[in-house]
C-alpha cells in the first residue's frame, strides 16, 4: 500500500505508546495497521491470532486464492492493494444475486452462496455477524474448508460465541475479541497480511534468480 511521511510518524508514535509486545514481529505489525487505521489501542490486547495463522494466510494469498467479503466497504478497501500484488480475486456476498430468503440476511445468504463456490477460499467478514454466523455453521456441517478466516463485526449479542466457535472449528483465523469491531479493522488486517506476504514472496523469489 502506498505510504506517506505521516504514516510512519504515526507508527512511531504507536510503537512508542505500546513499548514492549508480547506479540511476534509479524502479529504486532497487523496490530498497529489496525491501531493506525481506527486510533483506538485497545486493539492491542484485542486482536487473536490462531497458531501458524499468518504462514497459512500467506499461502493462501500467493496462491491467488479467491477471497470472500461481507460488505462493498471491505471490498473497496483491499482490491487496490491486491491489485499491486497478488491480484486474488474478490466477491462480496451483499452483492450476490441470490433468491430471497426470508429467515436471512442478504449478507447471510449471499455468503453461503460464495461458500459453495469458494470452500476453500479467504473470508473475511468486517461487520455482518450474522455472516459470520452463517460461515461457522458451513464449517461446523463440513461442508466448506476456508484456508483462512478473518472475523472483526462488533456486537452485543452472541458476537463472542460465534467467534469462539471458528477459533474451535481450527480453521486458520484472526478475530477481535470482544464488542467492538467494524470493516476498517478488517481491511487494514488484510492490507498488513498481504504487505507482509508480498514481502516475503519477493524475497523468496531474489534468493532464487
Avoid at 8 to 24: F, M, R, T
Avoid at 178 to 190: D, H
Avoid at 195 to 205: I, R
Wanted: proline letters at 4%; aromatic letters at 6%; a negative charge.
Amino acid at each position: 500500500m502506498e505510504w506517506h511521511i505521516t504514516d510512519a510518524q504515526s507508527l512511531a508514535i504507536i510503537d512508542q505508546e505500546i513499548g514492549e509486545s508480547n506479540y511476534s514481529p509479524a502479529e504486532y505489525e497487523i496490530i498497529r495497521r489496525v491501531i493506525l487505521a481506527t486510533a483506538d489501542f485497545d486493539y492491542h490486547k484485542m486482536l487473536r491470532f490462531s497458531e501458524r495463522v499468518l504462514t497459512a494466510g500467506a499461502a493462501s494469498l500467493a496462491a491467488r486464492t479467491t477471497i470472500i467479503v461481507d460488505v462493498p466497504m471491505v471490498q473497496v478497501g483491499i482490491v487496490p492493494n491486491l491489485q499491486q500484488t497478488f491480484a486474488n480475486p474478490v466477491y462480496c456476498s451483499t452483492q450476490t444475486i441470490t433468491r430471497p430468503q426470508k429467515a436471512k440476511t442478504q449478507a447471510a445468504w449471499g455468503l453461503q452462496t460464495l461458500a459453495r463456490r469458494y470452500p476453500e477460499g479467504i473470508f473475511v467478514i468486517g461487520d455482518s455477524q450474522t455472516a459470520l454466523t452463517a460461515l461457522v455453521e458451513l464449517i461446523e456441517e463440513e461442508n466448506i474448508r476456508p484456508t483462512l478466516v478473518i472475523a472483526t463485526p462488533s456486537g452485543f449479542v452472541d458476537a463472542d460465541v460465534e467467534k469462539q466457535r471458528l477459533q474451535d472449528s481450527l480453521i486458520p483465523n484472526i478475530i477481535v475479541d470482544g464488542r467492538k469491531g467494524n470493516s476498517n479493522v478488517a481491511v487494514a488486517i488484510v492490507n498488513g497480511l498481504v504487505d507482509l506476504a508480498w514481502q516475503a514472496y519477493e524475497q523468496s523469489a531474489h534468493s532464487l534468480g
